[in-house]
């Protein structure tokens, strides 16, 4: 199905379809809610106003993504800027942000894997973020992301190996 | 241990080719060190997957949003979207609004104001100026001439022009035929 992102109509179905993708994919680069949000609505600001033609829904969310993406990267590269000038000033101990006061098992372990996905370097956190949370394959993140599947596959293997040391560095028991 | 990582996390992602494909999916079903390994791997890829942000999380976000871009973009576009809108017609159909618009403003003229002076009274204040051979008419006195060369219709005019001898060509400004524009778009 064609796609002309001005048109309301089919603005609203790629939003319906694609918005959880692009939150996800916003949220895990950057691990703020507000934050993300604003991305998104850029992301699809542009998208509703630069009128493009896609071939299909598919098209249209692998462009979203990929501004989405860059979009949160930057974020990303201004926050750490920005800190480094404040940690020159004083040393601030990074609180991490929790999920409040639920008293899931599970919690407690999402936000070590989280806080892990945020330390990964660049290259290695889009591929893994778009591979675990956008549920993309190495063809469609190659795409994305401009390089090569190969390259897609080095990184996820590689994104993974620092993940699990990390986890195991927290005693997390992954098995 | 006989297969590395990177070549179980392909194969865990699915994203193995035949023959390798078949080929690990046989050495898993007798290597228990690399069967090991790769449930390890598996949920590995289990844990960080499941957390994810949840539907739920961002279903208020979600909503925000599209009522911000709907308020703030959808919205706007429909309400200037009359000035904005392409005025593509066919020359016929311009032609017959031109039409219509003289039919009325010929219909206002034959209604227009009523007037004390007589069309006589143009006669001693129209002066017919020559350059080459066209002849252009203008009031004479000033403010006042004008006035009163406003006081009588179109019609009247050109009657009295006719009836001393001049031909009258009319033309309106600034209407062009659609198809003698250059494509812009």
Redesign the interface.
């Known amino acids: 199905m064609e796609i002309k992102s001005?048109e309301?109509e089919s603005?609203r179905l790629v939003?319906e379809e694609v918005?959880?993708v692009v939150?996800?994919v916003a949220?895990?680069v950057t691990y703020n809610?507000d934050v993300?949000?604003d991305i998104?609505?850029e992301a699809?600001?542009r998208f509703?106003?630069k009128n493009i033609d896609f071939r299909s829904v598919d098209e249209a969310k692998y462009w979203l993504i990929r501004v989405t993406k860059n979009l949160a990267i930057n974020v990303m590269k201004r926050k750490s800027r920005e800190q480094a000038m404040v940690d020159k000033i004083k040393k601030v101990p990074k609180v991490p942000v929790r999920n409040g006061e639920d008293a899931l098992m599970?919690s407690e372990?999402?936000t070590l894997?989280?806080e892990a996905?945020e330390k990964l370097p660049e290259k290695l956190k889009s591929v893994?973020v778009l591979?675990?949370?956008a549920d993309l394959?190495?063809r469609q993140i190659a795409g994305i992301l401009h390089i090569s599947e190969s390259n897609v596959?080095?990184r996820?293997?590689r994104a993974?190996?620092i993940?699990?040391s990390m986890?195991d560095r927290e005693e997390?028991h992954?098995? | 241990m006989c297969l590395d990582d990177q070549i179980l996390n392909t194969y865990l992602d699915g994203e193995l080719t035949e023959p390798w494909k078949t080929q690990v999916a046989e050495h898993l079903n007798y290597c228990t060190a690399c069967k090991a390994r790769f449930e390890q791997l598996r949920s590995l890829h289990a844990v960080v997957s499941s957390a994810r942000l949840g539907e739920d999380e961002m279903a208020p976000h979600q909503e925000k949003v599209l009522a911000f871009i709907e308020k703030n973009y959808i919205d706007k576009k429909r309400k200037v979207g009359f000035l904005h809108r392409d005025f593509r017609v066919k020359t016929p159909t311009l032609l017959v609004a031109a039409a219509a618009f003289v039919f009325v403003l010929v219909g206002a003229l034959l209604v227009g104001p009523d007037r004390t002076v007589g069309t006589d009274q143009l006669i001693p204040r129209v002066v017919p100026t020559s350059e080459g051979s066209v002849v252009q008419v203008r009031a004479t006195e000033g403010l006042a001439a004008e006035q009163v060369l406003d006081s009588f219709p179109l019609e009247e005019i050109l009657k009295y022009l006719d009836m001393k001898g001049y031909e009258v060509d009319l033309k309106v400004k600034g209407i062009q035929p659609m198809g003698e524009q250059p494509a812009s778009e």
Do not use: A, G, W
């Open positions: 001005s309301n603005f939003y918005f959880p939150m996800r949220y895990h809610m993300s949000e998104c609505q699809f600001i509703y106003e599970d372990t999402r894997v989280r996905v893994l591979k675990e949370y394959n190495y596959k080095v996820v293997h993974r190996k993940m699990e986890l997390m992954v098995s």
